[in-house]
């Protein structure tokens, strides 16, 4: 009897800690992301902030750095916020 409801708890804590790594990876936040420029048409690495516009749906609000501009502030018109 004891050792079945240690292995529900341990299957709980498993359940938790796989829920909260996943929203943790793949949830709002900031992630890296490969997108096209599409004022010199090169790939680029940006650094995009995602948060969820509506219940189970992330969209990217905006882009803070990008490794065609790397050491300014990003004072384009962040066109590529459409590719996402």
């Not at 990217?60 to 750095?65: F, K, L, M, R, W």
């Amino acid at each position: 009897m004891d050792s079945i409801i240690a292995l529900e708890v341990a299957g709980v804590i498993a359940a938790w800690t796989v829920a909260g790594f996943t929203i943790w990876k793949w949830g709002p936040g900031r992630r890296k992301r490969s997108v096209t420029c599409p004022k010199t048409k090169r790939t680029a690495r940006v650094l995009a902030d995602q948060r969820e516009a509506e219940f189970g749906c992330l969209r990217v609000v905006d882009v803070e750095t990008c490794s065609l501009l790397p050491s300014q502030a990003l004072t384009c018109g962040k066109g590529c916020l459409e590719k996402f």
